[in-house]
């Protein structure tokens, strides 16, 4: 997702502190497009209620975030317990009360009494899907809601404003129990800058677990004729 690499990028996060100093501490989200040759990165960054903050980013093309791709109107829905976003994640779907929520914990259950790995990694695609259809039966819903780990990166230039930073990235993706496929997929980037108010590991998943949450409620508003189409790579 990141490939442009520049000594001279201008992070527009210090024009945004400077006016938004005096402002009151709770968690807001706002834009922020780190400038370079070739290409820039844009990040919606939500600072945290412990300090510091953390850029949240989904695909995007020419500089602007790209919609999710539509996902089937579901109510009742299962998230894989694989690492503590999903609970954030689970927790902001229950809030929103469109869902029927089989929380991590529940899924966790199930996959013990399955004989089954929770770590996602650690299955084939053919046990992924099997282990899907698992979850639909047992907990009786519609979608299985499920992130894999694409990995994580530090970045540091001695010639930059910015302070460290640590990119982490999930390919998120939903399979449909009636469908019996994985029928959406998204791609989310969370960047940590490393400091003396870098946020706690809850303080980030919270913010990635919220972030995927608003992405599935907008993947649902989508038109329904669009429902099924994977975007391409």
């Known amino acids: 997702m990141f490939t442009h690499e520049n000594p001279f990028r201008l992070p527009l996060l210090m024009i945004l502190g400077v006016a938004l100093s005096g402002c009151a501490a709770a968690a807001v989200a706002l834009p922020v ?9 844009v990040y919606k960054v939500v600072q945290t209620s412990e300090g510091g ?3 949240v980013s989904f ?29 954030y994640l689970a927790e902001k779907l229950i809030a929103s009360n469109r869902f ?71 390919d998120l993706l939903a399979y449909s129990c009636g469908q019996r496929m994985v029928v959406w997929r998204d791609e989310m980037t969370l960047k940590v800058e490393l400091g003396d108010k870098t946020p706690s590991t809850a303080a980030i998943a919270k913010v990635g677990g919220d972030a995927w949450a608003d992405r599935i409620i907008q993947a649902e508003n989508k038109p329904s004729s669009q429902v099924g189409q994977l975007p391409s790579k």
């Not at 602007?64 to 999903?86: S, T, Y």
Request: aromatic share 4%; charged share 30%.
């Open 33 to 41: 497009v780190e400038l370079g040759v070739g290409g820039y990165e």
């Open 53 to 55: 903050s953390v850029g």
């Open 59 to 87: 695909p995007r093309k020419d500089g602007k975030e790209l919609a999710p791709a539509p996902l089937p109107l579901a109510r009742r829905v299962a998230v894989w317990p694989n690492e503590e976003n999903e609970k």
């Open 100 to 170: 029927e929520v089989t929380t991590p914990s529940r899924v966790r259950v199930i996959l013990a009494a399955a004989k089954v790995s929770p770590n996602i990694r650690d299955l084939t695609d053919r046990e992924q899907l099997d282990a899907f259809s698992t979850v639909c039966r047992k907990a009786r819903v519609d979608l299985v809601l499920a992130a894999r780990d694409a990995g994580s990166v530090n970045k540091s230039n001695a010639l930059s404003f910015s302070n460290p930073a640590r990119l982490t990235k999930s």
